[in-house]
Nanobody, 129 residues
């Protein structure tokens, strides 16, 4: 069983920045493709960003609303994936979850929630106007 633990959430003013971290308890972390999702109050959980494992190119993917503002990255030596969030907006307010897809495919790409086998418990991000 893989555990994912998120941290870094908090309260920030609009225009500010936060960096989320997600640490995985897995020796094979380097073969995982990782993603961040978020769920705002009263809304369904939505995809935010993903990064593939190195064998699939270490490619990054973003939902349109965060392109140019958020950056996903990973440090395999630390079993950690990050989400750097800049120019935050009130509409970014949500609980942010990291997720791990253990599928080892050289053609990996992000997909729906059921593609991800393991999930963290989430970290709250609140952006005030």
């Amino acid at each position: 069983q893989v555990q994912l633990v998120e941290s870094g959430g908090g309260l920030v003013q609009a225009g500010g920045s936060l960096r989320l971290s997600c640490v995985a308890s897995a020796r094979t972390f380097r073969t995982f493709s990782m993603a961040w999702f978020r769920q705002a109050p009263g809304k369904e959980r939505e995809f935010v960003a993903a990064i593939s494992w190195s064998g699939a190119g270490g490619n990054t993917y973003y939902t349109d609303s965060v392109k140019g503002r958020f950056t996903i990255s990973r440090d395999n030596a630390k079993n950690t994936v990050y989400l750097q969030m800049n120019s935050l907006k009130p509409e970014d307010t949500a609980v942010y979850f990291c997720a791990a897809d253990t599928t080892v495919s050289r053609t990996w790409g992000p997909g729906p929630e059921d593609q991800y086998r393991f999930w963290g418990q989430g970290t709250q991000v609140t952006v005030s106007s």
